[in-house]
Nanobody, 115 residues
Framework: QVQLVESGGGLVQPGGSLRLSCAAS????????MSWYRQAPGKERDMVAT???????NYADSVKGRFTISRDNAKNTVYLRMNSLKPEDTAVYYC?????????WGAGTLVTVSS
C-alpha cells in the first residue's frame, strides 16, 4: 500500500524558510519521480516542483530560485526547502507519486506565511 506522509509545515514570517518532508512507503521509492503540489484557499492544486528518479528537477516559475526539491533514497524521503517565503506561498502542500498509472497523494501539510 502506497503511503505518503508530509510534515514540516507551519507558520512563518515573510522572508522566512521552511523545509517540508514527505516520507514514502509501499513502493520502490528510488525508481519513481516525486512531486510537490500546493493548493491555496479557493484555488486549484498546482505543481510546485518535481524530481525524477535520476535527480533531475523542475519548478513552477513562481518558486524558481527560492524552492529546492531533493530526495534521499536511503530514507525514502523527498524534501522541499522553501526560502524567501511570501504570503502568496500560503497553501496546503502535498506530496505525490504516480505508481503503475495511479496517482497517490499525502494528506498535506499547511504552510502559512504571515506577519
Amino acid at each position: 500500500q502506497v503511503q505518503l506522509v508530509e510534515s514540516g509545515g507551519g507558520l512563518v514570517q515573510p522572508g522566512g524558510s521552511l523545509r517540508l518532508s514527505c516520507a514514502a512507503s509501499g513502493f520502490t521509492f528510488r525508481r519513481y519521480a516525486m512531486s510537490w503540489y500546493r493548493q491555496a484557499p479557493g484555488k486549484e492544486r498546482d505543481m510546485v516542483a518535481t524530481i525524477s528518479a535520476g535527480g533531475s528537477t523542475n519548478y513552477a516559475d513562481s518558486v524558481k530560485g527560492r524552492f529546492t526539491i531533493s530526495r534521499d533514497n536511503a530514507k525514502n524521503t523527498v524534501y522541499l526547502r522553501m526560502n524567501s517565503l511570501k504570503p502568496e506561498d500560503t497553501a496546503v502542500y502535498y506530496c505525490t507519486v504516480r505508481v503503475q498509472g495511479m496517482d497517490y497523494w499525502g494528506a498535506g501539510t499547511l504552510v502559512t506565511v504571515s506577519s
